[in-house]
């Protein structure tokens, strides 16, 4: 172990090197199950574009580019608009063609926010194909790996990384959230690694007895210990030119931890009980769903692991993977079996045990379809009634057979800063805001009626009130999110003064 001073750092690219993001659909859906993963990445400097049965054309990586073509999708257009602050307006054409925003239907125009685009907004057609709307940061190119598949900027950068890893002999650490796919992601560097032709060692090292992880990891003479009859080979040596992977080291027992260290400083360890030193020549992948940068853990050793980390994304910061994820777990006769209405509800949750929650419903999704019946949604998810709180994250969403449904919360639960963000991500209008909050509309009202920083529209003065329209260009949520102040109140006060048509 020479490089293990060296440290790569994951490399996060823009599309063609800039630095906006460039707006995407993706086929989440499709009756044809070889077009789901198909993309269209707008050019950047594009202002707007159609979508209809024609236009625009997807593709993968390298393919041909198609139209969606399905019958059942209008030639009427709607219209996709992003403005300088990359807000998205989706634009929808008077059609007898039901289409759906997150499940609901809607109707007229809708303005998301760039945040809401981070999150993959999802639009039906015709309830037959379903887009995902998101961002790219990096463009669709080929080169897939056995079992991390994904069409999104996230499962491209993933993929990328993982061969970097897998070109050098720098210890890895792997952390991500339970069932994002850390151990995949181990199999794959491996695989790729000089190392392929040996086995990969893996160990649960929160599995490890206190008493006998040391023997276990380095191995044990005879005699070292009461019962060691004979010497004990560790796994340290099973791993000899291969690669050793240390799955939850977060949970690594404390007397084991200096002693991993002194491997990745040296290189070497000795035996328990045993006269010399040995050489290790394994190459070592690391995993955790913990924040290891706390005292309970080996600061100095973490510097160590941290030769190449890769993060791995949740699920529900890649919503445009998981049409192409269900076929991968499904097969190709996922098509046929599954109606897009529940891919649209599986889509539309977030998944808080990642991927392996996901193929854990589908696996009861095929039980319950063999058996002749229709699965539900309600039927293959079991949402907690108090979902654990994440930071940096809305409550988790549920799409039911009746539309979105967010798991339910108490109002007291709900602090002025949560229905301050709420409001603010989506655009001041108190109907989705109480929607992701899982909370009614009354409710909502009453919290904004006794929130300190919140003003009803009628008690701002009107010449405050012209100040903040003329400040965003007529843009009533603009204008709304300047005052404080719900939106649609806010748009009834502004006809009732003539302000806007």
Same mark, same amino acid.
């Given at each position: 172990m020479t490089d293990e001073l060296c440290t790569l750092t994951s490399p996060l690219p823009h599309a063609a090197g800039k630095d906006r993001p460039l707006l995407a659909l993706t086929i989440v859906w499709h009756p044809d199950i070889e077009r789901v993963g198909e993309q269209f990445v707008a050019a950047e400097q594009s202002s707007g574009w159609e979508v209809s049965r024609y236009a625009p054309l997807f593709r993968r990586a390298g393919g041909p580019e198609l139209p969606l073509g399905h019958s059942g999708i209008s030639r009427e257009p709607l219209r996709i608009t992003r403005d300088t602050d990359d807000n998205v307006s989706v634009h929808f054409p008077n059609t007898k063609m039901v289409i759906e925003l997150n499940s609901c239907v809607v109707q007229g125009s809708v303005r998301l926010i760039k945040s809401q685009i981070d999150t993959g907004q999802l639009l039906t057609l015709g309830r037959a194909v379903v887009l995902c709307l998101h961002w790219m940061t990096v463009l669709p190119k080929p080169g897939a790996i056995a079992a991390v598949t994904g069409v999104g900027s996230a499962a491209i950068m993933l993929r990328d990384q993982i061969r970097m890893a897998a070109a050098s002999d720098l210890p890895v650490l792997l952390m991500g959230e339970t069932g994002t796919g850390k151990e995949i992601a181990a199999r794959a560097i491996h695989a790729l690694s000089r190392r392929a032709h040996a086995s +990969?060692?893996?160990?649960?090292?929160a599995a490890l007895n206190?008493?006998?992880?040391?023997?276990d990891l380095f191995g044990a003479a005879k005699g070292a210990y009461t019962g060691a009859q004979s010497e004990r080979k560790g796994l340290f040596a099973e791993a000899d030119g291969a690669t050793l992977f240390l799955d939850e080291i977060g949970n690594a027992p404390a007397s084991v931890q200096p002693m991993l260290l002194r491997v990745l400083e040296g290189?070497?360890?000795r035996p328990l009980g045993a006269a010399h030193d040995r050489q290790a020549t394994a190459r070592l992948i690391a995993a955790s769903d913990?924040? +290891?940068d706390s005292v309970d853990f080996n600061q100095a050793l973490l510097r160590r692991l941290e030769g190449f980390v890769i993060q791995l994304p949740p699920l529900r910061q890649r919503r445009e993977d998981i049409g192409v994820l269900i076929v991968e777990l499904l097969g190709k006769d996922a098509g046929r079996r599954l109606p897009s209405a529940l891919v649209l509800a599986l889509a539309?949750?977030?998944?808080?045990?990642?991927?392996r929650q996901l193929a854990r419903a589908l696996q009861r999704a095929l039980l319950m379809l063999d058996a002749g019946t229709a699965p539900q949604f309600a039927q293959l998810v079991r949402v907690p009634s108090h979902p654990p709180d994440q930071p940096g994250h809305a409550p988790a969403t549920v799409a039911g057979p009746t539309g979105a449904v967010p798991a339910r919360r108490k109002p007291s639960s709900l602090s002025h800063q949560d229905i301050l963000d709420a409001m603010g991500r989506h655009g001041w209008t108190i109907q989705h805001a109480a929607h992701a909050l899982g909370i009614s509309r009354p409710t909502l009202y009453k919290l904004l009626e006794r929130h300190p920083e919140i003003r009803r529209a009628e008690q701002i003065p009107v010449d405050d009130i012209k100040r903040a329209l003329f400040s965003s260009n007529g843009d009533v949520e603009r204008c709304a999110a300047l005052?404080?102040?719900?939106?649609e109140p806010l748009r009834r006060l502004l006809h009732k003064h003539e302000?806007?048509?």
């Open positions: +990969l060692v893996t160990v649960n090292m206190e008493a006998l992880a040391a023997a290189g070497d360890y913990q924040n +290891l539309c949750y977030d998944w808080p045990g990642n991927i005052l404080k102040t719900p939106a302000l806007v048509d």
